[in-house]
């Protein structure tokens, strides 16, 4: 068998492509499967990494105000039907799977043009404006959140299943007091974890004034990745503090299993991927969603786990350093509702999320 996998972009885009990848070789040893991404995306470095094939295609999102650069990537949209049409009929998929991105929008909507079967995941709880569109060309539309249903046009509806996000096997493996061991934790000691995504958080790190001297007087054990973007300009400001040996700030988190399996609360951004595993393994959370992503979708994905029990959203315009102290110590010594919370999350988390999507998708194989 062939598939084709298409995402990119982001990391949010890709990682999904790449587990629905691994599930199909898990199970289909012999198949064959083809990533189709652009050279700029973060696809270009990671796919190859995974031992997996790629084909580039030039492709770029539309602005939404009319100009001359629009102009050019109509054009460029309209090469890249082309290009995806000869790289389809030269590998000649069974199937065709779209994980968010522009670059998906061509090879999808070619592929269903062609009579081949094709499915789509969408990762956000506000579907991004390339699944919308193809929602109505697929055979499949595989959501992460069941509010997301909503928002897709009409001629979707029947087409919609919810499989949630994948997760990766370290995180849906890792133990907490095995973990809280790892990292030399007390079974007693709070543990606190800022993660604003990759990238890191500018505006998280900036509302952490207040909390950071409580936090080091307290004792309370944390994990701080600032992004190493902004890594010097944190320890410029917060430098002057005598951390504890399970106090640590980083530029970037290598071991996000631990970490996370072994936190008391989670403060973090509202991306997709991140929001799948803090609900896999049920963290309660304190959502800060980046206000500049497309469609604000990262403010649906908060709030719809705020709904749920599982979280306390802050957006960005309401996050200062006095709305983050009250919230982190609010919680952290409210053992009660850091449980309650801690259940309401693993409830609204799937950790089938992959078994899910490769049964969806087995009927096209």
Do not use: W
Request: proline share 3%; charged share 30%; with cysteine.
């Amino acid at each position: 068998m062939k598939v084709i996998l298409s995402g990119g972009g982001t990391g949010g885009h890709v990682y999904p492509a790449i587990a629905i990848a691994n599930k199909i070789k898990e199970h289909n040893p012999d198949a064959e499967i083809l990533f189709v991404g652009t050279r700029a995306g973060i696809e270009s470095e990671i796919v190859p990494k995974y031992g997996y094939d790629i084909e580039f295609i030039d492709v770029q999102g539309f602005k939404r105000k009319i100009d001359l650069d629009n102009v050019k990537r109509l054009l460029k949209f309209l090469k890249s039907l082309g290009d995806s049409k000869k790289i389809i009929k030269k590998f000649k998929p069974d199937l065709v799977i779209g994980t968010g991105g522009y670059v998906s929008g061509s090879v999808v909507l070619k592929a269903s043009k062609m009579g081949i079967s094709s499915c789509i995941h969408e990762q956000n709880s506000f579907p991004g404006m390339t699944n919308k569109m193809l929602s109505k060309n697929v055979d499949l539309v595989m959501t992460s959140f069941e509010d997301s249903h909503k928002r897709f046009p009409d001629q979707a509806k029947d087409k919609l299943f919810f499989t949630g996000n994948p997760v990766r096997d370290d995180i849906l493996k890792a133990d907490k007091m095995e973990s809280r061991r790892i990292l030399g934790l007390t079974e007693d000691e709070k543990m606190l974890l800022v993660a604003g995504g990759s990238g890191g958080s500018e505006e998280i790190n900036d509302a952490l004034k207040k909390v950071m001297p409580k936090l080091v007087e307290d004792r309370i054990a944390f994990t701080i990745a600032t992004g190493r973007a902004y890594y010097d300009k944190f320890m410029k400001d917060y430098g002057y503090l005598k951390y504890g040996p399970n106090q640590k700030i980083l530029p970037y988190l290598d071991d996000m299993a631990n970490n996370l399996a072994a936190a008391d609360l989670v403060i973090g951004s509202a991306g997709a991927i991140s929001m799948a595993e803090m609900t896999a393994i049920g963290v309660p959370a304190i959502i800060i969603p980046k206000a500049y992503t497309a469609e604000n979708h990262q403010e649906y994905n908060a709030k719809s786990l705020e709904r749920a029990g599982g979280a306390v959203c802050i957006t960005e315009k309401e996050l200062n350093e006095d709305s983050l102290y009250e919230n982190i110590f609010d919680l952290l010594y409210d053992q009660d509702r850091l449980d309650d919370m801690s259940k309401a999350s693993r409830a609204f988390g799937k950790r089938d999320a992959i078994e899910l999507i490769y049964e969806c998708i087995s009927k096209f194989l």
